[in-house]
């Protein structure tokens, strides 16, 4: 035993359990990891964080959503309620920020416009990009803790190498050099075989060696070759998460 508390260690498992799946999958494992983390957090918010007096002031500070993650409700299970519920609060409050600025310019304030535009400031970010920040830095400190599996090293170094956004994670968040070290000589091969798919294609392109016909891994190399340097892309169809619908949590229901 590490001496740490049982929970952590199932935590712990728990992770690896997720990462190895990823991994088995191909593409970035985080970015997948980190895909799934956020649907599940929207579809734990929609059913049960809604009426939470805490949710509430924390989605007010930062004006709900972000662009990205506000367009990924619609496809949850059952959004309307939540969203109803959450954005009328939202929109109450915006109509508020909306008539102080009338009062203030009936008053002729000089400075009405700029008081406005700095209340519509968020104060906070996204929730939905900071519980996908904090996923993503458990799933590489995970991957890094792992390095020394040949499964990981394998699937790394293959179909499954990490995007230059996690990888740049990984470099802040290694804590031993080692696994850093294994983890780049992975990515190092992974890089090296991409390129080399590249250069064929390319090739293989001009009329004179179109014959030669190209390989699975020559065809994907340039789509691969943008969720590397890009990460993969976040409209990805993703299969439900697994949750059964639940009545919204009420506010005496805690
Ligand atoms: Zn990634
Ligand atoms: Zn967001």
Not at 37 to 66: H, I, K, M
């Amino acid at each position: 035993m590490r001496g740490e508390p049982h929970g952590a260690v199932r935590r712990d498992d728990l992770v690896f359990a997720r990462v190895r799946e990823a991994l088995a999958s191909g593409g970035c494992p985080v970015c997948r990891l980190a895909t799934h983390a956020v649907q599940r957090f929207l579809d734990n918010f929609l059913y049960e964080r809604v009426n939470d007096p805490n949710t509430r002031q924390e989605v007010r500070a930062s004006w709900g959503f972000c662009p990205h993650h506000a367009w990924a409700l619609p496809a949850q299970r059952n959004p309307v309620l939540g969203v109803a519920i959450v954005y009328r609060d939202l929109v109450g409050a915006l109509l508020d920020r909306v008539n102080a600025a009338l009062r203030g310019q009936a008053r002729r304030r000089r400075d009405a416009g700029s008081a406005l535009q700095h209340a519509l400031l968020p104060a906070a970010p996204c929730p939905a990009c900071l519980h996908r920040q904090r996923m993503e830095e458990v799933y590489v400190a995970s991957l890094l803790e792992h390095s020394a599996d040949p499964e990981v090293r394998q699937a790394l170094a293959g179909p499954a190498p990490l995007c230059l956004a996690h990888l740049a994670l990984a470099a802040s968040v290694a804590r031993s050099p080692e696994h850093l070290t294994r983890l780049l000589e992975a990515q190092r091969q992974a890089l090296a075989q991409l390129e080399a798919d590249l250069s064929e294609l390319v090739r293989k392109h001009d009329y004179r060696f179109r014959h030669e016909g190209l390989t699975p891994e020559q065809g994907t190399s340039w789509t691969r070759a943008l969720e590397v340097l890009s990460g993969r892309d976040p409209n990805e169809v993703r299969s439900a998460p697994d949750v059964r619908p639940r009545a919204i949590r009420s506010p005496t229901g805690r």
